[in-house]
């Protein structure tokens, strides 16, 4: 996967790459373009050969990287009068900007960003995709320039600015679980929402004038008509976006958990072709959530060949490491780890594969929220609701319950991580060194997301608005983006087609979430309906569609006992953090003791401890992307604890 990235220079001082890291970075695998007086350089990058398309163009007045996949590159040509043998995907880009300026991503149907110098008007302007969060945008504003790239390390190694953690973004991902835009770890550097354009000006005697305006974004409350979309209509579309993304003249695997998403994908998919499929399956064999034999009733209907690799032993804790870095920042989702073991093992036989990621967060899985929120604005019912929270007692039972819907959707992630015991908790992990004030989720989402209503059809719309581009952009999403990345295995993600996701927004919310109100308040109602009921039931064996919803989680949880928890923060937490003086140690070690003698489950808590210290330790200590060499065991090893694998 290929990645842009690039520097504005003030013309005024007359700026070049002159680091060893900006040269290194400029010269090595990369596509440049540049001005003639040197104060515009873009370039798209690859990383030890990552397959993806990428190029740069010159059109006039406009310098344009671009990195991803327009699916309808052929079509947009045609619209042009433009010979597609001819053309890059820069230069058409190049021309749509011309013609619709910030409008421009809303004509191109891919995974994708691009970034557009206007020399005429001297302004620089980054776009990304409107949901998978591929290809967000780190930049920051120095004295000289105004630096840019979807990677965190090539932001600061060009930029050299200082890197000072956010000691507040640290406290927002510890509570809510993510640290959004425009916010990142390090103090000086932004990010920008999928869908969000990024424009920056460079104006004689001021430097660079920044704004920000959701250009792309999904239908926010879409359903007026409650036009109902035929089984059919849905599978001929999805059946056109697996077509459409299938490579020419070479064989791809196929993901197959065993659920809805995925299954219906290989269904689809094996209805096109006469060859059997070659899936792959993750099993967790002994768990409640392994998936794996559903997996194989679909793959026996559709005879496909079958590959299914045991994720029981968490082998990918030795890469955490290079697992994390690709992240740009640290994760709470430990799903990362049997991700990544699966792409690697599909990419020793397969360039790309087809995932289903998507429909959970497009159909709203988490309608409940959206039910409770209306309640929560009918008086009599908040009061007894929010008396109720007040006591321990009641708090599970009104998870995802408060007065404003990003508290209420934050709640799903702290109650789960932190307990219902002592909310408090959250503030005596860190030291006073620490801000202890969560960033508010940004105002430059539109449709004020917490404007009172008793609409839970309303409250729906906004709930799956704001899903996708919180734990789909900058979880889920991310997290098989980053993967895909660091294995170099090409994701194709039929579910990402514009045209399949516009059907998706826009239909009524019976075909979404099918069940009355009282079954969605209570988390009874079918989700996934026009998926699973519709079009699953005609192409499904019934074990799939009678199961309940499994995971993709390794047993983290007894190999913290089993490997980590007998020893204490001082030896799990690396030196340069104990030193920065972050964490209360002593409420790590409870929580270490906690995981330990069964008192709570402390998995997603401890990863984050985890990841953060591995990001800490390469992105600001060393400042160094790590190796294959910088194993997780031979890490813990030198801090004197042995997992046996080092000798």
Known sequence: MKRIFGEISDPEKNNSPDSEEKTLLFEKGSQLI?????????????????????????????????????????????EYGLDSQKVSSAELFARLFEKTKLKAPIHINGIFCAAVWDKQNRTITLFSDRTSGFYVFFYTVTNDSFVFGNSLPDVLDISGVKRDLDTQALYTFFVN??????????????KNWPGEAVVAQYQEGHGFHITREFVDIIPFAPETSGHTVRFNDFEDLLGEAIKDQM???????FLLSGGIDSSSIVATASRQTKAPLNTFSAAFPGTSFDESPFALFVAKKYACNT??????????????????????????????????????YVKQHYSSVF?????????????????KQSVYYLKPLYQLMHAMTKKEAFQRLVWGGSNSLDKSYFGLFFFPTWGTKKTEQADVLFTGSVKKEAYPLDCLLPGDLNRRSTSYKEMFHRTVFMDTLVDGAFGVFKKIGSMSKLTNLTLRL????????????KLPLRQRVHGN????LLDKAKSKYLLKYGMGKKILPPEVIRKNKGGFT??????????LCSYSSKQILSPVIREADLFNLDFVDQILSEHQKGVGNRTTLLFMLLSFDLWYRFMIDEKRKPTSEDTYSKILFHQGIDLGIQG
Not at 555 to 563: C, F, G, M, T
């Open 34 to 78: 540049r001005d003639e007086n040197q104060q515009c350089l873009i370039g798209v990058a690859t990383d030890d050969g990552n397959e993806g398309g990428g190029d740069v163009a010159s059109y006039k007045n406009l310098r344009v990287a671009f990195a991803g996949e327009m699916i309808n590159f052929q079509t947009l040509c045609h």
């Open 177 to 190: 679980g993510y640290v959004l835009p425009p916010h990142s770890l390090i103090k000086t550097v932004k």
């Open 247 to 253: 490579p020419e003249n070479q064989e791809t695997a």
């Open 307 to 344: 590959n299914v690799i045991d994720m029981v032993n968490i082998q990918s804790m030795e890469q955490l490491p290079e697992i994390i870095y690709a992240h740009n920042e640290p994760t709470l989702d430990y799903s990362c780890l049997p991700t990544y073991s699966i792409f690697s």
């Open 355 to 371: 995932g289903g990621d998507g429909p959970d967060h497009f159909f709203g899985r988490y309608y409940p929220v959206a039910a």
């Open 494 to 505: 039929p579910f990402f087609d514009r045209r399949l996701q516009d059907l998706i927004f």
């Open 517 to 520: 109100f009282l079954q969605a």
């Open 554 to 563: 390794p047993p983290l949880a007894d190999w913290l006992k089993i490997n």
